[in-house]
Structures are given as structure tokens and as C-alpha cells.
């Protein structure tokens, strides 16, 4: 016998510690008093990632949301609900606060709304049919059948979509740049070269969706008068490849790629070229650059792509996330595309959202959403009810945000009016135990390592300010330091060849600016504040200390010694500075000081 | 698949539409929908979906129930997710899974149409494409 109804009771850790326990019992109880247990069966669940407004508890099949429930309230939703089938009001989540510029596709209560991740999770990747049903190749169509060029490239400069790689550039004027340059062969390029530490939304696109990356670039192709496409993609990603490969095929077989294809007379074809893994070679110029065989380095701009890219012929170079939202504008049209997010950047962005996070996953949320909804509310918070410290976005060539800037709606816009940058949308979640010298420090030397060295301020620059910030992770740098790097981060903001260089610098350049307090510690002090500088922390054991030996047992370099049941002491000389002491203490006897 | 004619397309995302339509409707089937991005499989999906063939297998009822994949649905920390699908019962997102509770899923969801306590998860977005 099927159940009626089913009642899921959040359980994740924030409801959990609301009371969801009570709630849950205090149901079963009214349920078996109402005697209808056989009708509803009662659950708990997993996080449900909406802990603001906990405990969540939602009544399928009609999706009945109910926030801040009290285990009091059980008897109205038993009573009510499920024995008279009438929902509890008063526990809904209150639609009037969500504004009504935002689509009317959003649930009220979520607050994600996937374009590019729609098929993501829903169909199967490797199975041609499945895309095609959910309205796959219908942009195409059009694009073949039913519009100009110049009208493909109105809808999209009309939709306002920007590009996602970064920069935001608007995707309709770049195409119609390329559109207007004549030469007698044009490319088409995506760039799948997803590098930053902690961003993964490219290769969950591809993955999950591949063929809406082929068809997008083949309307693109039809746009711009372009028969030869290059996914540029890095050799880590396998899975995303082998994928790749397969819609690839398919749509060879269909004849959605290759010669006439659909029968319009429209020729385009698609090939994979794989990135060894430099991350310069994100940066269009050096891109098109390994393409054509060479070394991967950056070359002034302009000219720009769409005018002299590939082989010196006008290319299209867009990002899969961008690519992933071209077949829906035209299905669905600019005017619904261009009512999602702000004035300044329309539709959704796609997040990696990771670190110091309870849910880290991916998250496509309409610009404008703000950073409180993302990591409060979707991301459920900051693990082990920590204190929030920061939000690195665009990685390596962002910047940290901080908790005053929380509630400001994000767009292309106001990031860079905080100082960080959209980037690709990786989104590292800081919480108190996070040193930022020793952050700046991981983001600059992956820059030293991935600098391509044609121009001197990256060059140079990076490995400057690295050993800076070495010297004061160490306890060893001076104040003046902290000039040095701001010039030198200045030079190199203003005369790197491209943004690699031209952004390496944000992420210190940002910490110094909204934790100066905290490198003047490292500096003045020789502390760091959070114990997490190695050789500016030493361990110590206090007098809550009962001898149970189990940090002795733990020590990789057995430098704990002592009798049972009295106070043990690490031997300093040895200590290795590891932590595991620290985190195997059950009693707060380890000290980090 | 031969090459197709924009007549042909049309035909066959109509006959697709149906057929999904068909699968999800119809209550002598039921699907079993393992999330296998990179995200899935370094957790173990491809455990978890071998964990289900063999227990259908075992319960002898492979003919009834499809397996699918499916790409990342974005709760990572949740991997490997699977989605189950049944005529007469909500659509069901668990976060988790291993061979363990697969024979659970089996056992409690499939046969039984109950859910399983602290492993269901909330669909992070409505699809835009149901409207």
C-alpha cells in the first residue's frame, strides 16, 4: 500500500540543532493519534540547504514548504493537512519577500534557477534522444531554417548575455565583430580550459550536457559564416572528453554536424583540441595560439579574435558556460533571457561553490542574487558553525569579500567595485581558522608556476611579491614590505601583456586591503592569529592535559612524551608543527600559541 | 542513427517526448537515475550502480525497473545521488548512496513505496523546461 502522503523533516545539521528531533517525534505521535500513520509516512532527510529559515518541513506530493517550524506545529499539519487536505498557511515560506523582478520560473522558495545547468542531472549525457526531447537541436533548427544571421546575433545582443569566461564581454557584439570581418574562413572556438583552484561548472556542463556546447557553436557558425569549430580542453578532464566524444559522433551520424547538415546546405564540423594543462592558456590569445600548434603564450590585443584570431582568420572564442546559454535564449527569446538578473548582467551564473561551505556543489543562481543567499542559504552555512571570514571569487585573479559585503546583489559590476572579479566562478568559502597571508601566498605561487614568462611584470612580479609574502609568512618581513607589494602589484595591474599577470595580484592586494591587521600580526608580532603560518605557531600542551596519551599516539614525529595519567610535553625541537595534536586533543589541552 | 532531415528531427523529438512521457507514467516501471559526473564517480557511483543491477537481478526485477546516468546535479558533497522515479510516488532525490543503501532503496522505495529516512535530498531548482 502506497502511502498518501509523505512528510519530510529536515535533518541536516542546522535544523537538527533547531529542534528538528522534536518536530519529527512530535508528528509521528499526532499521526498515530489521528490514526492516520498508515496514510502518511514521516522522514527525515538530508540537508535541505535553506538552514535560514530551518526547520524546513515539506509535505509531498504537493511540495508544501514549511519554514521555522516548531515541534508545537505538528498537530496543525497533521491535523490540518494531512487529515483535512488543507495546507498550514501560516508556516508557508512568505512568497512577498522575493522580488517580483526575478522570473516567475523560480519556485518561491528556491533560489536557483539552471539555464545552463538545465539538463544537467536530468538526461543522459550519452544518449542523443534524451537531448532532443527537452527541446535540444530546436535552436538549431531556427538558426538554419528560420533566422538571419544578423537576426541570431539581435537576439543574443538583445538577451544582454555576457560572456562567463571572466571578462563579461557582451557574446552578440563579439560575434558581430566576426560576422562583419570578412575573410574567406572563420572559426569557431570553445574554451573548455577550466583552471582555477576550486572551479568546476565547465566540466559538470560538459559532462552532464555536451551536445548544448555542439549546438551552440554551430548556430554560431551559421551567425558568423564559420564551417570549423575547436573545443579547446584540458587533458585532465577524461570523462568530460570521452562525453565530448561521443555527442560528437552522434551528432555526426544524425547529420547535426558535418556536411549539410538537416539538409540546409549549412557545413560545420567540430574537432577537440586537448590543453596540457597551462592555466595562461585559458587567456584567448595563448589559447588560439596552442590551437595552431605553438607554444601557448599570450600576444597583445588588439587585434582581437573576432578580427585576427585563429591562423589569423576572425574566431569566435566563447566559454561553455556561455556556449550552454545560446540554444535556450533563442528558444525562449531575448525578452525572457533579458528579464533574469540585473541591468548590468543578464541571466544566471553558474558557482563553484566549495571551501569552509556545509553544501559545497555547483549553483547557478540569477545575477543580482546576493552572497548571504548563496552561501547562507544554498550553501547551507559554514561548516562546524564556524565564524565566516571571507568569499574568494575568480580564483587566483579575484579577490576576498568580505562579511560587510554580503547582502550586495552580485553582477559583473559589483564585483569589481569590491575588487574581486566574476571570473569563471569558483567560489572559495573562508571561515576564522583561515590565515590570509598563507591564502595570498597558495594563489601566488600557483601564479609563479603558471606565468608563461614572455613578459617581464608577470615574471617577475609574481615571484616578487611571492617571496614578500613568504618572508612574512615566516615571521621575517618588515612592514615597508607591504609598500613593496603594493607596487609592485600596481606595475603589474598596469603593464602585464595579459590579465593573468594583470590580475595575480588582486588576491593579496585585497587581503593587505581588508586584513591589514592580521599581516602586521605576522609582521610585528611574528604571530599569525589563527595558527595556521607553520613556522610562526608552536604547539603547546597545558594544564587540562589528563595523560591520556592519545596526541602521543597520533604524532607522526613522536615528539610527545609522558606517563600515563600525568601531563605529556612535546619536545619543540622535533615538532613537525602537523596539528594532529591539536585536532586529536579531546580535552582543549593543546594550545596553539 | 542515419542522417536526418529537419522533418525527422521533429519526428523523433515528438516520438522521444512521448516515450519519456510513457516512462514516467507508466506503473509498471520504474527508474533509477545515478548521477556519474566526475563528482559521482570519485564517490563511488559506479559501485552504487552496479549495487543495483545485481540487486534487481537478485530480486528478479531487471525488466521492470531502467537504470539510467545522468551528469552532476551540482550537490557534490552529496555524491552519488541517484533519482527515483515511479508512476504513484513523488520523485525522489537521495544523496549518498552506496551499495547499502542501493539494497535499501530496493527494498524500501521500490517494493515497498517508503522512503528512507536521512538521505532524501530537496531538487535544487525547478526545470525551466516543464513549464
Redesign the interface.
Known sequence: ???NH?I?VC?GTGCESSNAGGIYNNLVAEAKAAGVLDKV?I????????CEKGPIV?I??EDSFYVEVKPEDAKDIINEHIVKGREVTRLLYNKEKKSAETVE???FY?K????V??????????D???Y???????AL?KA??DLTPQQIIDELKAAGLRGRGGAGFPTGLKWEGAMKTESDQKFVVCNADEGDPGA?MD??TI???PHSVLEAMTICGKAIGANQGFVYIRAE?P??IDRLKIAMK?AR????LGKDI???GFDFDIEIRLGAGAFVCGEETALLRSIEGQRGMPTPKPPFPAQSGLWGKPTVINNVETWANVP?ILN?GASWFSKIGTEDSKGTKVFALTGKV???????VPMGTTLREIIFE?GGGIKDNKKFKGVQTGGPSGGIITEEALDTPIDFKALQSLGSMMGSGGMIVMDEDDCVVDVSKFYMEFCVDESCGKCSPCRIGTRQIHSLLDKISKGKGELADLEKIKEIGFAMQKSSLCQLGASAPNPTLSTIKKFEAEYVAHITDHKCPVGKCRELTTYMINDKCIGCGACARKCPANCITGERKTKHVIDQAACLKCGECFNVCKFGAVEKV | MAKMSLEDLRKLRNETQQQIKKRETDDKIAQVIVGMGTCGIAAGAKATLDAFVKELDEKNMGGDVIIRQTGCMGMCQNEPTVEIVMADMPNIIYGKVDAVVAKEIVEKHLLKKELLNDRILDRPAVDILKK
Open positions: 500500500m502506497a502511502y509523505y519530510l535533518g509516512q522522514v527525515k532527510t538530508g540537508c535541505f540547504g535553506f515539506k509531498l506530493p520560473e523560480i519556485e528556491q536557483q534557477l539552471r539555464i545547468l538545465r539538463n544537467c542531472g536530468v538526461i543522459n549525457p550519452e542523443l534522444n534524451e532532443i526531447a527537452r527541446d535540444g537541436y530546436m533548427e538554419l531554417f568546476y566540466r559538470s559532462e552532464g550536457d578532464y570523462l568530460a552522434q551520424e544524425a547529420g547535426l538537416l539538409g540546409s535556450v525562449k556545509r553544501n559545497s556543489g555547483l549553483v547557478e544554498i
